[in-house]
Each structure stands twice: as C-alpha cells, then as structure tokens.
C-alpha cells in the first residue's frame, strides 16, 4: 500500500487547534504514515514532543531564524538540555527547523543578520554534538548556510533536510553533496513556478522529500490572492491530507508514478531522519 512521510508539518500551530484530531485522522486516511513536527523556538519544544508522542509521528528541536529576534542566550541552553534530556526518545529525530532568512527586510540586514547566524552555528554544533540531523530553513539564504554547514561537519557528515528548497540546481547539487535531502511541498503545484518544478523534474529522485509546512505553503487549489481574499473567499488550510495529491503532481511532472515516488521518498527520508526507520517498523 502507497504511503507518505510528511517530512515537515506544524501541528501544533494555532491554525489547527479546533480540530486537530480530525485532521490528523483525515491525513492517516490519506496514507499519511508519518509528520515530523518541528519546533520553532523554545517555548514549543515540549508542544511538538506531546504532539509527537500523541499521534505517533516524529518531532525535531530548534529555533526557527523567524525566532531568533526574540531568543536569547538561556533558549541554546535549553536546547542543548532538552536534546540530552529526550535524547532516547525514538520521536526525537533532528534539530530543527533551524538556519537562515533573507527574505525578511529586518532579519537580511544587521544587526539581525549576524545574529541569525550566531543562532544556526551555534545550533550546528548543537546538532553536531548529538550526532542528529538537521531541518534546515532556506530562504534566499543557500550560499550562507552551506558555508557554515562545510565550516562545521562532523567526522561523519551531516544528514538532513533542505526544507521548502527554492534554490538553483547548483546549490541543490551542494546540500545533496552534503548528505542532505531537499523538501518539495505546496509551492511546486503552481504553474508558475518554472524553476521550482523543473528542479522537481530534474535532480535525482534518491535527492527528493515530500513535505507540506502546513498550515503555510498551501497548493495551488487551496491558495487564495489577495484580490480573492478581498472579494470574501477564505484562504484555504494546508494540512498534511494533501500530501498525497502534491505529490501526484510531482510524479506527473517525472513521468513515473506515485507508489513509485512514495516508495523513493520514504526511503530518502529515513536516510536523512534515520531514526524514522524505527518508528515506521512499529
């Protein structure tokens, strides 16, 4: 039987909070076997954790660069300490969402600038001194975060995800050179969105994730403009359930089918998260 891995998905954002068992529900019916949950700052470590551990699926620590704004020295202490506190916990499997944005005016220009990267290195060694993946955030930030990434590998190499990955195929060639996977969600199901898509038609399908970032990055027929918006119709929820037609159109867009992708997207998944492997034998 076809089943997905949503490799990113909030679920505890306040989007979902009046029907999160429903919807949780309704993805399982969709052959969603797994979400992995990462958190975005330290007050949600132990939101994500409960809701991992509540729905079987898998979570990640970090602080998101949206975050770091208002982080402050103590939340790298409390991560450091929630890792090795959780660290046998078989739903822990990487720290994340972490890295960098330079897409948020505020956040490309000093002094934000060089504080998201005191952020992400110092969650880099984090990672690193745990030996655990990394979910990394990538927003017209590539160049910046592979740097720091080659900076700090560990003996071993890094394993991880690229999520929401909008880069050009050389940067995309660079993180899987790394050991990363590159998440394809919502935005790849848009027309226009040449680059992306010719990105999920040509890299290696042994480089490829699915992924939703719900409750953001809807699909295209969930997606509302701003005029519609203004015109009364209401932006549609992303959820992990639509995992299964996003990918439908990145198997299309491949000429291969979608138990084939599904099969080729699990199994990168488990090499970027490898302790999903465990959870997915239970």
Known sequence: ???????????????????????RARAAANSVRLCVLPAVAAGNFETVRTLAHRFADAYALGIHPLCVPDAQEPDLQALDDALTLQQADPRLVGVGEIGLDYFVEALKTAPLRERQEYFYRAQLKLARKHGLPVILHVRRSADKLLKHLRELQPDAGWRGIAHAFNGSEQQAM?????????????????????????????????????????????????????????????QGRNEPGELPRIAQQVASLRGISAEELAAATTDNALHALPKLRELLAC
């Open 1 to 23: 039987m076809t089943s997905w891995i949503d490799t990113h998905c909030h679920l505890d954002a306040g989007e979902f909070s009046a029907d999160l068992a429903v919807m």
């Open 174 to 234: 660079e993180f899987v050179k790394l050991g990363f996977k590159l998440g394809f969600g919502g935005a790849v199901t848009f027309e226009t969105a040449l680059q992306l898509r010719r990105l999920a038609t040509q890299l290696p399908l042994d480089a490829l994730v699915m992924e939703t970032d719900s409750p953001d990055i809807p699909p295209h027929w969930i997606y509302r403009t701003a005029r519609q918006r203004a015109e009364g119709l209401l």
